[in-house]
């Protein structure tokens, strides 16, 4: 399985990203998909999930400015962030769960200025 992330960049608060992850490879049991994010000298968090006939996950601290989608012409799925924040500047991975095991893409930088 291979994830490759796309939309990341800079803006000011208040402003709006859609990260994109497409999936390729063995990915006909692909069971969730999800975006993490890291800023230096931290763990990876989980920031939204999509799993199959389950609502999407997304965590309270982007709750109400992000939602994530699925992207059935790239087999992955988007992240829409509004009203972004100085706090949400980190890099943001994609993540796979397939058959049990885990996948990762590269991550793609947001920064938010004030």
């Known amino acids: 399985v291979q994830l490759q992330a796309s939309g990341g960049g800079s803006v000011q608060v208040g402003g709006s990203l859609t990260l994109s992850c497409a999936a390729s490879g063995s990915i006909s049991n692909l069971d969730t998909m999800s975006w993490y994010r890291q800023v230096p000298g931290n763990s990876r968090e989980l920031v939204a999930s999509m799993t199959a006939n389950y609502p999407p996950y997304i965590d309270l601290s982007v709750k109400g400015r992000f939602t994530i989608s699925r992207d059935n012409a790239k087999n992955g799925v988007l992240l829409q962030m509004n009203s972004l924040r100085p706090e949400d500047t980190a890099t943001y991975y994609c993540?796979?769960?397939?058959?049990?095991?885990?996948?990762w893409g590269q991550g793609t930088q947001v920064t938010v200025s004030s």
């Open positions: 993540n796979a769960h397939v058959q049990g095991r885990y996948y």
